[in-house]
């Protein structure tokens, strides 16, 4: 009977000191620990964007290369979901901040024009770096940072 009541009273009481302990202390003390993991991390994911302005001459409401697969599929555009292109995008990003005008990002950018646009004769094209925070975009569905980059333009040679 003791032992019962020892346990009924001292378990349920460590519990709540635990508790106590782990959420009352300033930093975490060994083997107490607050149930918040990775708080004071800061996530911050960064993606680059191609937004399409014009197609053919004709204008349009900016088009997302990634979102709008569909619709761009539709129009002539040939959009791989793969690795490569978004290491393609990603290498187009970082050309385009660094130095715009080298061989390096010509040929980058020929790369992307030949893997995206593949059957369409001209179009207008902003590429964006867009930084976030996974868990406030998915809640809120914000952006911390648009960043343009560059404002291309592609005419395919006959």
């Known amino acids: 009977m003791r032992a019962y009541r020892l346990r009924t009273l001292l378990l349920p009481t460590l519990g709540v000191a635990y508790v106590l302990i ?6 975490e003390i060994f083997p107490f620990f ?7 991390v800061p996530v911050t994911a960064q993606r680059v964007h191609v937004k399409i302005h014009q197609i053919d001459g004709e204008e349009l409401s900016p088009f997302d290369l990634v979102k709008d697969r569909a619709t761009l599929r539709q129009r002539g555009f040939s959009v ?18 660094r130095s715009p005008a080298s061989h390096w990002c010509r040929n980058i950018r020929a790369d992307f024009e ?19 925070d ?19 333009h592609f005419e395919r040679q006959p």
């Open 22 to 27: 782990a959420q009352t202390a300033p930093q």
């Open 34 to 40: 607050k149930w918040n993991l990775f708080s004071s």
């Open 80 to 97: 791989p979901y793969s690795m490569y292109s978004v290491r393609t995008l990603n290498m187009l990003g970082a050309c385009l901040e």
């Open 114 to 132: 030949r893997t995206f646009l593949t059957k369409v004769r001209s179009t207008s094209y902003r590429v964006i770096r867009l930084r976030y």
């Open 134 to 152: 996974p868990l406030e975009l998915l809640r809120h569905g914000k952006y911390r940072e648009r960043i343009k980059l560059a404002s291309l």
